[in-house]
């Protein structure tokens, strides 16, 4: 599988989040990989409420996430549209709302799993975040939910 989201606004999310910690490619790569994921299902999730009401075009509610201002977003809007895709059936289109809302819903996502795999950095005495720190938190995520 190609990651359609680049390293670079991940990567920025990251740093966001780890205070004065570096953070490494890897990091980024791997969290870039697990929003496309996770990005992915969402709009499957999506699709499957949008073809219940009859329609072929995902929204905003669709994704139970507000739509925020692209200003706001670190996440760019192109490479959302391509991830909601990936896994829905070509008949679907997706609007711009949802593709707003997904990219605030993923970048929300993207700062709590970067807060966590920067406390799990600190927490092994490393001042840089590494992939090895979002792997562990995917790890530890059932035990909080």
């Not at 205070?19 to 496309?36: D, F, K, P, T, Y």
């Not at 192109?78 to 909601?84: E, G, K, L």
């Not at 605030?104 to 799990?120: C, I, N």
Request: aromatic residues 6%; hydrophobic residues 45%.
């Amino acid at each position: 599988m190609s990651v359609e989201l680049p390293f670079a606004p991940v990567d920025t999310v990251i740093r966001r989040n780890a205070g004065g910690l570096r953070v490494s490619a890897g990091a980024a790569e791997e969290l870039a990989r697990r929003i496309q994921r996770r990005g992915a299902a969402r709009a499957v999730e999506a699709a499957e409420r949008a073809e219940a009401d009859g329609r072929k075009t995902l929204m905003a509610e669709d994704f139970d996430a507000p739509v925020l201002d692209t200003e706001r977003l670190e996440l760019p809007v192109a490479p959302i549209d391509r991830i909601a895709r990936l896994d829905i059936d070509d008949r679907f289109r997706v609007s711009m709302d949802a593709r707003v809302a997904l990219a605030g819903e993923l970048e929300a996502y993207a700062d709590r799993v970067a807060a966590a795999a920067a406390f799990l950095a600190r927490h092994a005495d490393r001042r840089t975040v590494k992939a090895e720190d979002v792997d562990a938190y995917y790890e530890l995520e059932p035990y909080f939910e």
